[in-house]
Each structure stands twice: as structure tokens, then as C-alpha cells.
């Protein structure tokens, strides 16, 4: 049973730290990353399908991508896609391929997005405490009923902690990186 209680709290901070990467790769570095390109949704035969399935995205470098779509009938969606998903760039259309620049970032810019990381990590720490919060409201469950030994609530607690304290780690190990990737220039 607390294994239960344990395995669930584990599962909830998994997917706390899961989706912190995923909200990172949302913040723009001054690199160019596929990733930066994952919301772009273009109009291909009446539906909106993800970019990466209607064209190729490469990075010939660290400052642009390129677009090469399966068809070249896809183009003018595909730009017009671009520009309205608005990511501050400007797609260059050469008639096979298009072409983005990934722009400098400003310093203030840049101070925002380290102030941003720092916003989501929080928000992903207090993800892991609650989940920590309802394990140790379940062990005490457990031990006002009668299920488990005061011992076990104390042992279980402990260990519940250790498991917060590491994904916490993990957390601000993430956001440090990020943070730095967003700051050096």
C-alpha cells in the first residue's frame, strides 16, 4: 500500500520534470532548434497538420533553418504558417525551400527568458511538493487508520522527502542550463 502511495508520488514528479523539458524547448535560445518549430501548424489539404510532417527541417547552421517540403505545391502554406504562428522570423521562399534566420537576441531579451525559465521551474517545484504534500497526506491517512506502523508513516515520510529533494535537483539543474544557453552570448 505505501508502496502504492510512493510509486504514485514518483509517477507525478516524472511527469513534472517531463514537462519542464517540454516548456523549455519552448523558450527560444539564440541557437537555431527543430524544436523552436513544434507549434507551427500548416493548413495541408483543408487541415492543420504540424510542420514537421508536410517538409524536412534542417539547421545548415547555428542561426537558420531550412524548410524543404515534401511538395512543392505546400510552400505558400507552409509561409504563410510561419508567419502567422508568430515567432519573429521571416521566411525567405526561393521556390524549393524556405529559408529562416533566427534573429540575435537582445540582452534585455534574453533577461526575460532567464526570468521565464526561472517562472516555469518554480512552477514545476511546486508540482513536485504537492505531489510529495498528497503521498504524506496518504501515509497519514494510512496511520490514522490503523493500516501502517508509526514507525512505517516516519520511515515513509523520509523517503518520500529524499524523492522531492532529487527531483528538485533535477529542476534547478535543468533551469541552470537553460539559463546559461540563454545568457551566454
Known amino acids: 500500500m505505501i508502496q502504492n502511495v510512493k510509486k504514485n508520488a514518483q509517477d507525478k514528479m516524472e511527469k513534472s520534470l517531463k514537462a519542464l523539458t517540454e516548456e523549455l524547448k ?21 487541415s492543420l497538420v504540424p510542420l514537421s510532417q508536410v517538409a524536412s527541417i534542417s539547421t545548415p547552421d547555428a542561426r537558420s533553418f531550412m524548410i524543404a517540403p515534401w511538395e512543392t ?19 525567405m521562399n526561393d521556390g524549393k525551400v524556405i529559408r529562416l534566420k533566427v534573429p540575435d537576441l537582445t540582452e534585455e531579451r534574453r533577461k526575460e527568458l532567464a526570468k521565464q525559465v526561472k517562472k516555469i521551474a518554480e512552477d514545476m517545484r511546486v508540482a513536485v511538493r504537492m505531489a510529495r504534500r498528497d503521498a504524506n497526506d496518504e501515509v497519514k491517512k494510512s496511520l490514522k487508520d490503523k493500516a501502517i506502523s508509526e514507525d512505517e508513516s516516519k520511515k515513509s515520510e523520509t523517503e518520500i522527502q529524499k524523492m522531492t529533494d532529487d527531483y528538485i535537483k533535477k529542476i534547478d539543474v535543468m533551469a541552470e542550463e537553460k539559463e546559461k544557453s540563454l545568457l551566454s552570448v
Open 26 to 46: 519552448k523558450v527560444r535560445t539564440g541557437r537555431a532548434q527543430v524544436s523552436m518549430l513544434d507549434n507551427v501548424k500548416v493548413n495541408y489539404y483543408g
Open 73 to 91: 505545391s505546400v510552400l505558400k502554406d507552409i509561409e504563410s504558417a510561419i508567419i502567422k504562428s508568430d515567432l519573429g522570423m521571416a521566411p
